[in-house]
T-cell receptor, first 111, second 113 residues
Framework: GENVEQHPSTLSVQEGDSAVIKCTYSDSASNYFPWYKQELGKRPQLIIDIRSNVGEKKDQRIAVTLNKTAKHFSLHITETQPEDSAVYFC??????????FGTGTSLTVIP | DTGVSQDPRHKITKRGQNVTFRCDPISEHNRLYWYRQTLGQGPEFLTYFQNEAQLEKSRLLSDRFSAERPKGSFSTLEIQRTEQGDSAMYLCASMVVGQETQYFGPGTRLLVL
């Protein structure tokens, strides 16, 4: 199966600063790269995704970049706000046959 | 509510008992996934269905676990002879083949005493 690692495992930033979380994977056949946000006691929710034919995608304060050669993709959050505090998971997949979730990054935004 | 629903939301059982959980996916979604999540970990894949066919099961899944999706709509996950190590959140997700965007249900939290 796919080996998925996330770094860092915990991240604290001051409100307004940027946060970057990196996800590395092993399956070169992976072609869909989502990021999920999970608040305490809630379900995971998709916040942004990218497909293998695109290098970068942006949605307001959130962006995802993909390096297929190096087999990693990253989540970028700019102008962080306290409500961004949550656990973030990457889950690369090959056409949705299986989603392999990373171990998560706990982000804390300090007001 | 047109999202993914799960029932029950919480279940407390004694070791050795059987439990069954239900997931109702979004109506037009043909793929349905089951995951297990323990504290501090990401969701762990258990199995998935495309319509009524179970296409894959995790190699880590004990034979005490069984899942069905008899009519290609709702699905059930049964755990037989529960053990304390089965205590976890069980999440269901659904999607449309080819779109890859999963939508998760609220989960069923299982506690085995």
């Amino acid at each position: 199966g796919e080996n998925v690692e996330q770094h860092p495992s915990t991240l604290s930033v001051q409100e307004g600063d940027s946060a970057v979380i990196k996800c590395t994977y092993s399956d070169s056949a992976s072609n869909y790269f989502p990021w999920y946000k999970q608040e305490l006691g809630k379900r995971p929710q998709l916040i942004i995704d990218i497909r293998s034919n695109v290098g970068e995608k942006k949605d307001q304060r959130i962006a995802v970049t993909l390096n297929k050669t190096a087999k990693h993709f990253s989540l970028h959050i700019t102008e962080t706000q306290p409500e961004d505090s949550a656990v973030y998971f990457c889950a690369p997949t090959n056409t949705g046959n299986q989603f392999y979730f990373g171990t998560g990054t706990s982000l804390t935004v300090i007001p | 509510d047109t999202g993914v629903s799960q029932d029950p939301r919480h279940k407390i059982t004694k070791r050795g008992q059987n439990v069954t959980f239900r997931c109702d996916p979004i109506s037009e979604h043909n793929r349905l996934y089951w995951y297990r999540q323990t504290l501090g970990q990401g969701p762990e894949f258990l199995t998935y269905f495309q319509n009524e066919a179970q296409l894959e099961k995790s190699r880590l899944l004990s034979d005490r676990f069984s899942a069905e999706r008899p009519k290609g709509s709702f699905s059930t996950l049964e755990i037989q002879r529960t053990e304390q190590g089965d205590s976890a959140m069980y999440l269901c997700a659904s999607m449309v083949v080819g779109q890859e965007t999963q939508y998760f249900g609220p989960g069923t939290r299982l506690l085995v005493l």
